[in-house]
């Protein structure tokens, strides 16, 4: 197709008085709409800026109260351990506010699968202390007092509970995240979490995966070790169905 020519006499008989009104349409759509593009994008920007630094102060806030903990505590005193546990509770809701804030990053994530994984722990070392107060009065066939009872079986229900909200961090991070990006370490971790939880199956389904994502990067040493918990875990679930 010939475009038609277009000669300077008729770019002249073209009327002048449209062309200043395009001109000022022109003008007028511009200012209304790009101050306003300008700001939404403005916007997105100064709010990144805005989670970039919280996730790092809450991340400085976690870690100091982390320490605190493992400096403090005494984890043969049940107060002390209680303790702990309030501050690891603290470092866990900013963590929580950073894993809101960060989108696709995974760190903030990876430091609450920490946290609540130590939260666990303390609950642990807590039903340990009743369980020792209670099991030698139930070997004699006593009844321990309600409030002991109480105590162990609230130790126990919320190191369960903690364990697995740890999972699902653990569990969303690797099911969410290239091969690249994970550790072999991370499988590892989350393939303890499993056995405290007495789930064999989900521990051995771990090292399964384990093998199959970071096995040439395993030295001889950890792929023996792996191998042998995996046989171990095949035959718990073969004992659990007899």
């Not at 920007?45 to 320490?67: G, H, P, W, Y």
Request: include cysteine; charged fraction near 30%; proline fraction near 4%.
């Amino acid at each position: 197709m010939v475009l038609p020519d277009r000669s300077s006499e008729s770019m002249i008989e073209f009327p002048f008085r449209h062309l200043l009104l395009f001109m000022v349409l022109s003008l007028v759509i511009l200012a209304g709409c790009t101050p306003s593009n300008t700001s939404v994008r403005d916007s997105d920007e100064v709010d990144a800026v805005e989670a970039a630094k919280t996730i790092t102060q809450n991340r400085i806030k976690a870690l100091s109260l982390d320490r605190e903990v493992m400096d403090l505590v005494d984890v043969e005193d049940e107060e002390s351990v209680r303790k702990g546990l309030e501050k690891y509770k603290q470092a866990e809701n900013l963590l929580d506010e950073s894993v809101r804030l960060a989108g696709s990053s995974t760190k903030p994530r990876l430091d609450r699968f920490d946290i609540r994984n130590k939260i666990a722990s303390g609950y642990t070392v807590l039903y340990v202390m009743a369980d020792a107060e209670c099991t030698p009065l139930e070997d004699e066939g006593l009844r321990p007092s309600e409030p002991l009872l109480r105590k162990r079986a609230e130790a126990k229900k919320e190191a369960e509970r903690w364990l697995k909200l740890a999972r699902r961090d653990m569990e969303t991070h690797l099911g969410n995240t290239p091969v690249q990006y994970q550790t072999p370490e991370q499988y590892w971790q989350l393939q303890l979490v499993y056995v405290q939880l007495a789930d064999f199956n989900g521990a051995r389904t771990t090292l399964l995966r384990l093998l199959d994502n970071h096995g040439n990067r395993l030295s001889g040493k950890d792929r023996k070790e792996i191998d042998s918990r995996i046989r171990y875990f095949a035959q718990k679930l073969l004992d659990e169905g007899n």
